[in-house]
């Protein structure tokens, strides 16, 4: 087989031991018997106006950068959600860029050949999440020239990588966070949050889905009263 070059030596998407340096079969692991690598999607999403802490980096390329398992409605983007209370980091990665992300995600992606050095993953600057509520973002493929960073209490640091790019015309979670704030001033002043960095942003139609119409998110939050 080897002789017909149907066998290769290279790498391939497991669950990895970084404690031990190898890959975690099932039966090797205490616990998670049966889990797989689940694959995302990074999003960059560039960083236009940067908070105090990551001002030497201005005139770099620094990005937000958000696990998706839908990158096909990027199209959608209206804004980008972060955690406000959470523990972010710039990463320096190759090709000169600069990640913002939770260390957990950096951590992942240092042993997928995306920092300058695997295994290692030397946070530059550590940084709040509120710390960019209100900056101006460029979210590739929306018809948006800008968006802005809002605050979304219910995001995970344990899961993707902290940051989330919302699509409310097909994501309910993100329609019902965004109308909220839309429509909410009480909430928005909770949050720190200015009406002009959500109220001019309509969900963008991408979709056309079959008995739901071009706005299925704005359809399934009506009907479970969201």
């Known amino acids: 087989m080897k002789e017909n070059?149907?066998?290769?030596?290279?790498?391939?998407?497991?669950?990895?031991?970084v404690l031990d340096g190898q890959p975690c079969a099932d039966h090797d692991r205490a616990e998670g018997e049966g889990l797989m690598p689940q694959e995302y999607?990074?999003?960059?999403?560039?960083?236009?106006?940067?908070?105090?802490?990551?001002k030497e980096y201005e005139g770099k390329n620094v990005y937000l950068v958000a696990a998706t398992l839908?990158?096909?409605?990027?199209?959608?983007?209206?804004?980008?959600?972060?955690?406000?209370?959470?523990?972010?980091?710039l990463y320096e990665m190759v090709n000169d860029e600069y990640f913002v992300v939770?260390?957990?995600?950096?951590?992942?992606?240092?042993?997928?050949?995306?920092?300058?050095?695997r295994g290692k993953y030397p946070c530059l600057v550590k940084v709040k999440g509120s710390e960019f509520i209100g900056k101006t973002l460029k979210a590739p493929l929306t018809s948006y020239e800008k968006v802005y960073c809002l605050p979304l209490p219910s995001i995970s640091?344990?899961?993707?990588?902290?940051?989330?790019?919302s699509v409310p015309s097909d994501s309910p979670d993100d329609f019902a966070m965004l109308r909220d704030l839309q429509t909410k001033s009480g909430l928005r002043e909770k949050l720190n949050v200015e009406e002009a960095w959500c109220?001019?942003?309509e969900p963008i139609p991408i979709i056309d889905t079959p008995g739901m119409g071009k706005l299925s998110a704005k359809e399934a939050v009506e009907k479970l009263k969201i």
């Open 5 to 17: 070059n149907k066998i290769k030596y290279g790498k391939r998407y497991t669950i990895f031991s």
């Open 41 to 54: 999607t990074g999003i960059k999403i560039k960083l236009l106006d940067f908070p105090e802490s990551l």
């Open 70 to 89: 839908r990158p096909e409605t990027m199209y959608g983007q209206t804004n980008c959600f972060i955690l406000p209370d959470g523990d972010y980091g």
């Open 102 to 117: 939770s260390e957990r995600a950096a951590r992942n992606m240092s042993y997928q050949d995306l920092t300058k050095e």
């Open 157 to 165: 640091m344990e899961k993707g990588t902290g940051v989330v790019t």
């Open 199 to 201: 109220a001019p942003f």
